[in-house]
Nanobody, 126 residues
């Protein structure tokens, strides 16, 4: 059983930076054997892929909309996956979800991630 919990969301202004964290409580395997990802869902829209990172951070993947502004990284000693967001835009406002998978991949498909957090809201004002 894996439990995932996000933290660090909140309010920001356009152009600000914000970092969100995802702590995964894993038991049978170390977090280094899980891929991690961030998704987001704005009101009235489908949940969409933001970024992902493979086992031990060897590969990363970003949605075109955040490429160059967001960075995903991990600290397996802390069982944590981070999303560093820079140059925030109002269109980045959404509930952000962290997800992990025991598969070593960086795919953007929602179905590829088995364990999900409850989500954390981020609102960016103009």
């Amino acid at each position: 059983q894996v439990e995932v919990a996000e933290s660090g969301g909140g309010l920001a202004q356009a152009g600000d930076s914000l970092r969100v964290s995802c702590v995964a409580s894993v038991s049978e395997r170390a977090l280094s054997s899980y891929s991690g990802a961030w998704f987001r869902q704005a009101p009235g829209k489908e949940r969409e892929f933001v970024a992902s990172i493979s086992w031990s951070g060897g590969s990363v993947n970003y949605a075109d909309s955040v490429k160059g502004r967001f960075s995903i990284f991990r600290d397996d000693a802390k069982n944590t996956v981070y999303l560093q967001m820079r140059s925030l835009k109002p269109e980045d406002s959404a509930v952000y979800y962290c997800a992990v998978s025991p598969v070593n991949w960086v795919g953007p498909q929602i179905s590829g991630y088995e364990y999900w957090g409850q989500g954390i809201p981020i609102t960016v004002s103009s």
